[in-house]
């Protein structure tokens, strides 16, 4: 009877405050090593591979390396709106996990992800959350779950196709100033 009363009241805390959690996850299998899926995923520069929407991706200048970094994503909206959203990594452990909250949101969302290595390659599992309106579970889920499970279809494919970004490097001006990170070229894995 404990886990009942304790759903209902959940339930009636969301109904209160009028939100509820929301969470979606997905996972596949690649058949890389796990490294490489990595260094793909958290390169600032993937998402403009992985959303026709995305403009750039670039880490913010002056935030450390790791946790407390935060990376700036520029995005062309369909009305041709410029929008800008900033996430900050709290938890990083290369080359297993990586979590980010949104700094830029109407409310607080949360992504994660995850390479686990396996003897043919890895598994690279996404999950997000964020609290949404209440009542309105039923229409986002499969919305959302589809945006997901596409979103880590499209990382295997270009992962395994061999496309690889060069780390980002950071240059420092005669003067010691920091400049503007220099974009790196993307190089193509020739399979024989």
Known sequence: MGRLEQRWTRRQDAQRGGSEPFSVQSTVE?????????????????AVLLD??????????GTPDGVGQQNCSLAREENGRITATVTEI?????????????????????AMMAVDPTPTGCTYTVSGGSQIAYGTAGKVAPVAQRAIDELTAKVRSIVE??????????????????QEPQPNPTTVETIP
């Open 30 to 46: 690649i058949s890389k090593p796990a490294q490489e899926v990595w260094d793909f995923v958290t390169s600032p520069y993937a």
């Open 90 to 110: 709290i938890e990083y452990e290369p080359p297993h996990r990586y979590v980010t909250k949104l700094l830029t949101g109407p409310t607080e969302a949360f």
């Open 161 to 178: 196709s061999g496309v690889r970004f060069e780390p980002v490097k950071e240059n420092l001006a005669p003067d010691g100033d920091q």
């Open 52 to 61: 026709h929407k995305h403009i750039s991706s670039f880490p913010v200048p």
